[in-house]
Nanobody, 126 residues
């Protein structure tokens, strides 16, 4: 079964950190760019960060630049999103997606991707 499974979400205080994971099964992530997206209540899904398949080029949205770090470990068929200095504005359901869209900025600018995970809730609150 082809699927992406996110994990690592939860409740964290402002200023805290979380590390999200996106594990693929049923297919190999090596050939796909990976993106993290988020959707807050009442808002459209937006691209947070994306990483290319071959040369690990990265893209970050302006709101997370300098605070979030995307990475991938193809040997584990998994991608990660390290989130630091979290604020209440980061509260959302976070999704990962796999895509062949290049370059990575273009991947983050669209939600038209073939593979999506089910999402993991991130809540930043005191």
């Amino acid at each position: 079964q082809v699927q992406l499974v996110e994990s690592g979400g939860g409740l964290v205080q402002p200023g805290g950190s979380l590390r999200l994971s996106c594990a693929a099964s049923g297919f190999t992530l090596d050939y796909y760019a990976i993106g993290w997206f988020r959707q807050a209540p009442g808002k459209e899904r937006e691209g947070v960060s994306c990483i290319s398949s071959s040369d690990n080029k990265t893209y970050y949205g302006d709101s997370v630049k300098g605070r979030f770090t995307i990475s991938r470990d193809n040997s584990k068929n998994t991608a990660y999103l390290q989130m630091n200095s979290l604020t209440p504005e980061d509260t959302a359901v976070y999704y990962c997606a796999a895509s062949v869209i290049t370059p990575v900025k273009d991947m983050c600018m669209t939600t038209r991707h073939g593979f999506w995970g089910q999402g993991t809730q991130v809540t930043v609150s005191s």
